[in-house]
């Protein structure tokens, strides 16, 4: 069964900074890319990150500066710090990630969401 398990949400206060981290677990070769999504309330999901390699990322204009994922591969992990937070940040947060398997089959998984508050 392969998973990705996300932490790190939570209630922060406006201008304040949270770090989110998914772990993918189960029978992986490797990871060919992971990234970060998020929903708010009434509107689409929408992209956020994703990286490749440490010298490959791609960021939304809206997290752009405020944001950085990172990629620890020892631990099948991916970051993103969240910093100088604003309400409109206020959304269910997704990790997804495109998984090659030990039977060297590729997939793609989204984690289960984790919520980050933030008031103002």
């Known amino acids: 069964q392969v998973q990705l398990v996300e932490s790190g949400g939570g209630l922060v206060q406006a201008g304040g900074s949270l770090r989110l981290s998914c772990a993918a677990t189960g029978s992986i070769f490797s990871i060919n890319a992971m990234g970060w999504y998020r929903q708010a309330p009434g509107k689409q999901r929408e992209f956020l990150a994703s990286v490749r390699s440490s010298t490959n990322t791609n960021y939304a204009d809206s997290v752009k500066g405020r944001f950085t994922i990172s990629r620890e591969n020892a631990k099948n992990t991916v970051y993103l710090q969240m910093n100088s937070l604003k309400p409109e940040d206020t959304a269910v947060y997704y990790c997804?990630?495109?998984?090659?398997?030990?039977?060297?089959?590729?997939?793609?998984?989204w984690g289960q969401g984790t919520l980050v508050t933030v008031s103002s």
């Open positions: 997804t990630a495109v998984l090659i398997l030990t039977s060297r089959s590729t997939i793609a998984v």
